[in-house]
């Protein structure tokens, strides 16, 4: 099952949600898609300034693209989405995801599915990392058809944290 805050998100916005079967699951990460997901995520990240749902809308969740400047983390990750796809990479390719951060608190960041590996974007910091080298607990991710999610099993991106529980 997708989030909860993911399923109202695509009732109220379900042109973001929408994913084409017919594009490729996974991006060519030549050259010029790495300088297009790198100054994406930096200008998101640069443009939105970071504030709780709770403070925001007067909700604990909500999805939505911070489109007045302000969000948490999983609209600075719609924004980078929306913006990726208006560049040209494929939807498909890009996956909404919830891990637990370092401190084991739950965060939202977007995966993009490429030939040479997955890698992470996040408004946590302005590099874009393999998910491997993120730190993060990957509990579940969008799957290929954007209505479902899958489990990820609390994938470790550190195998001593994972060996260690």
Request: glycine letters at 10%.
């Amino acid at each position: 099952m997708p989030v909860p805050g993911w399923i109202r998100f695509c009732k109220h916005r379900p042109d973001e949600c929408a994913v084409d079967p017919s594009e490729p699951a996974r991006i060519a990460l030549t050259p010029q898609g790495w300088e297009t997901l790198t100054r994406i995520n930096r200008q998101v990240n640069a443009g939105i300034r970071p504030i709780t749902d709770q403070e925001h809308w007067g909700v604990a969740d909500r999805w939505d693209l911070a489109e007045d400047g302000y969000g948490d983390c999983e609209d600075f990750q719609l924004v980078k989405r929306k913006r990726l796809v208006a560049a040209g990479l494929s939807r498909r390719a890009l996956r909404m995801a919830a891990v637990l951060d370092q401190g084991g608190a739950p965060h939202a960041v977007l995966m993009v599915r490429t030939d040479l590996g997955d890698f992470v974007l996040d408004n946590k910091h302005d590099t874009v990392l393999p998910w491997r080298q993120t730190g993060y607990v990957f509990l579940q991710r969008e799957g290929g058809t954007g209505s479902t999610w899958v489990s990820l099993g609390a994938a470790s991106a550190l195998p001593v944290r994972t060996a260690g529980r």
